[in-house]
């Protein structure tokens, strides 16, 4: 990785001939950022491979979104963006397991311990989080804050910046949407905690 200094008009330059899809312009778009755009990933993440493995990502977003970049606006300010949201949503999918795991462990009690004969815990934390996953962006983020981490409509409310009822339709429709797969699959444990999805609305 590469620090290469340039000024802004040259800088403009670049991302207009990035924006025509140039690979020698995106080359020199990497070599300017890539370096700080690692550390600034590496200090959020605390692993070398996983920070390489975004920074990837992030310049693969920059490339196949490219036409979408404002040559007249900050680069420096949307690639520390999609920096951001990178590393959020590679937090999210490894702490969804562990969250989901630990969901079904308070929600499935000795009142269900029967059930574990059918399916063990950890299938079903898997079969779950991949369900959760098939949400829509905003419906998984409102469910996983609510039903997952347990934060009050107001808190999440505050701060997604959506109103309570938007929640509560994200919350029904989300429910519905876990409990039909549930249902398809037949599966008593995971019909069990559906209906407890269901039941925690209210």
Not at 67 to 88: G, H, M, N
Not at 120 to 125: A, D, G, I, V
Not at 178 to 183: L, S
């Amino acid at each position: 990785m590469y620090n290469q200094q340039m000024d802004h008009s040259e800088e403009v330059k670049l991302l207009v001939a990035l924006q025509s899809g140039s690979q020698a312009a995106f080359e020199q778009i990497y070599r300017k950022y890539s370096a700080r755009i690692y550390l600034n990933v590496l200090k959020m993440v605390k692993s070398e491979g996983d920070a390489r493995e975004l920074l990837q990502d992030v310049f693969f977003k920059v490339w196949t979104k490219r036409e979408l970049i404002d040559p007249d606006q900050s680069f420096r300010s949307y690639l520390y963006q999609i920096a951001k949201y990178t590393v959020y949503n590679f937090i999210r999918r490894n702490n969804l397991e562990k969250q989901v795991y630990a969901y079904i462990r308070q929600h499935t009690d000795v009142e269900y311990s029967h059930i574990e004969e059918d399916l063990s815990y950890k299938e079903s934390e898997i079969w779950l989080t991949k369900a959760i996953e098939q949400l829509p962006p905003q419906r998984r983020q409102v469910f996983t804050l609510c039903k997952i981490e347990g934060k009050s409509y107001s808190e999440v409310s505050e701060l997604l910046g959506i109103s309570p009822s938007t929640i509560n339709d994200h919350i029904v429709k989300a429910t519905k949407f876990i409990k039909e797969r549930y249902n398809d699959r037949g599966n008593v444990l995971l019909l069990t905690l559906a209906y407890l999805l269901v039941d925690s609305i209210i």
